[in-house]
């Protein structure tokens, strides 16, 4: 119950402190900020080793020499006396206990894959970038991760988003009225839209006028995504309502009133120092 | 009439703290006291097929479930999770989930931890988190050609050869149904260019409001079998779950977004006035401006 209580009147401290920047921007606010900010990166980056790094690229580079078959040969060793340096050097020159490379290798795969030296050499060049001499280096992950991206996307792309969408906008004339009007809409607004996108024309005359219907498309497009973001965000915002009004119930010591009230009271003391116009000045 | 016409010029010069306490309080009055507004919650098209899709699904049947938000966008999509795991229990299909957000791993586990006990599911046999793996469509791309060469390990570490219900499993041709929870990037879009389309899997989406204008080309399309758009999709989905498991042996109360409909549609009334009452106040200054130039 005390980690749940210590939760809920952090939960409703930051959640006002992000709040209070409807007040004006003030040092709740900037802390909150930093806050979220600092535990997002530092949360992926420890995610992204211990779910990606060490078992994909470390586990098929020195998978668990118990699963691999055969004798060990002079290769192995070597390549397994790396990987014990690797150890000597992340266990802080064997001051800590063995974690990212435990004893006889890593679980998951029976076989030693050296393919994969190359995005851990790639890998070792991305954070090249941190040293201006050799940073330069850090371009052949950039151009590696470009390229296959492209390549990776190209296909997908041109498959689901263009040819699927281009069937997908053509009218089905046995269908009954209904679906029939519909598929014309669709037809209409997909070649007007087209038509405002096309500049090698001046827009004059019926081109012109098909370009002015693809406008009206575009707000009407425009107008449904404003209406689903504004949903969108009234639903986030009740949600945090939501806790804060769960968070100021008697089980929870009255989070959300006395940490309000705390919270009023210095933006209130804090405004009338004068700092709120010298933070806008200075902003 | 002129006192009508100052009126709207002076509320064109509102402090804007004021517009937000009332949108604050609209929110608010409704979450406090339920019984003052009640309104029904009635399921659309989309969110129907949604439900009548996973309602296909047999004893058995494998369902990839795949978790693509946090807790800045779980009011929207959490509800959709905890009435998607009712449903899918209830039918004892077998769920396998994943995350293309690391937050998803939270939710999943948030999820599963809240559900599973009510219907005696056991790990590894009626159900498995996968987690999360960086990479974005590289991981979907993964999961559709070979899930062993991208997961190892489960979320808690276990070897996905020795869990029971993976024994089956190699890519995304191995599942019945896939379900995408999803709240931006990596999310829906990534799983129909990469997976689905190419495979031929049958999916839908529980998504958050802002992308449903990017989704629905998709749905309109049959790539996507249907949607349930945000909040209100939720609700919408949560009523038909309710229906379905009516006086069977796991009947279900209302959900977190049926609770939370009115103050969405109060909020939404209040900001659809103030865009009224802002267009007047507008056209008003700009015609006594003219008359004074």
């Not at chain 2, 006192?3 to 929110?27: A, E, M, P, T």
């Not at chain 2, 019984?35 to 899709?53: A, G, N």
């Not at chain 2, 979320?155 to 499993?169: A, F, R, S, T, Y």
Request: aromatic share 14%; with cysteine.
């Amino acid at each position: 119950m005390t980690a749940e209580l210590i939760g809920a009147w952090v939960v409703v401290f930051l959640t006002l402190s992000i709040f209070s920047y409807l007040f004006d921007d003030n040092p709740f606010y900037k802390a909150a900020e930093h806050l979220f900010i600092g535990v997002s990166a530092g949360y992926w980056a420890v995610i992204s080793f211990w779910q990606q790094i060490q078992p994909n690229l470390f586990g098929r580079l020195w998978p668990d020499l118990e699963s691999l078959a055969g004798e060990k040969t002079l290769l192995q060793s070597i390549w397994y006396g790396i990987y014990e340096v690797l150890n000597f050097v992340t266990t802080g020159f064997g001051l800590l206990d063995r974690s990212v490379f435990p004893e006889g290798g890593i679980e998951g795969y029976d076989e030693i894959r050296f393919i994969y030296i190359i995005p851990f050499i790639l890998g070792i060049f991305m954070l090249l970038r941190l040293v201006p001499k050799v940073g330069w280096l850090a371009r052949w992950a950039i151009a590696y991760i470009v390229g296959m991206t492209a390549g990776l996307r190209f296909y997908s792309f041109l498959n689901s988003d263009i040819l699927s969408q281009i069937k997908a906008s053509a009218v089905n004339f046995s269908s009954d009225w209904g679906t029939m009007i519909n598929g014309l809409i669709v037809f209409i607004g997909t070649l007007t839209g087209l038509i405002y996108f096309f500049f090698s024309k001046e827009h004059k005359g019926s081109f012109g006028t098909l370009s002015k219907i693809g406008i009206y498309f575009l707000m009407i497009k425009f107008g449904a995504s404003f209406g689903f973001a504004v949903m969108g965000r009234i639903s986030l915002l009740i949600g945090r309502i939501n806790a804060l009004k769960d968070y100021s119930a008697a089980e929870y010591n009255y989070a959300t009133p006395i940490i309000l009230g705390i919270i009023i009271i210095t933006l209130i003391i804090w405004s009338l120092k004068g700092n709120r116009n010298q933070s806008e000045l200075t902003g | 009439m002129n006192l009508i016409k100052n009126i709207f010029i002076q509320l064109g010069s509102l402090d804007r703290r004021v517009i937000f306490l009332i949108v604050g309080l609209s929110v608010l009055v409704p979450l406090v006291k339920p019984e003052w507004v009640s309104l029904p919650v009635r399921p659309k098209p989309h969110s129907q097929i949604v439900f009548d899709e996973l309602n296909k699904l047999e004893q058995g049947d494998r369902v990839l479930l795949s978790f693509e938000y946090g807790p800045s966008t779980m009011p929207e999509i959490h509800p959709m999770s905890i009435a998607m795991l009712n449903h899918l229990f209830s039918k004892d299909v077998k769920i396998y989930a994943t995350a293309l957000w690391a937050d998803g791993n939270f939710m999943s586990t948030d999820a599963f931890s809240e559900i599973a006990p009510l219907y005696k599911k056991e790990y590894g046999i009626d159900y498995v988190n996968l987690g999360y793996k960086p990479g974005n469509e590289a991981v979907v791309k993964g999961i559709a050609s070979d899930i062993r060469a991208l997961y190892t390990v489960d979320l808690k570490g276990n070897p996905i050869n020795e869990i029971p219900m993976m024994k089956e499993v190699h890519n995304i041709e191995d599942f019945d149904f896939l379900f995408s929870l999803s709240a931006g990037f990596p999310g829906s879009k990534e799983w129909v260019q990469y997976a689905t389309d190419p495979k031929n899997i049958p999916m839908s989406t529980g998504c958050t409001s802002i992308q449903v204008t990017d989704i629905v080309p998709y749905v309109e399309n049959g790539q996507i079998r249907g949607i349930l758009a945000g909040m209100p999709g939720a609700a919408e989905y949560e009523k038909l779950v309710e229906t379905e498991l009516a006086g069977k042996k796991h009947e279900i109360q209302p959900g977190e977004a049926t609770r939370m409909m009115a103050a969405q549609s109060i909020a939404h009334v209040v900001i659809v006035l103030f865009i009224i009452f802002g267009n007047i106040t507008y056209f008003l200054t700009r015609k006594s401006q003219r008359k004074g130039n």
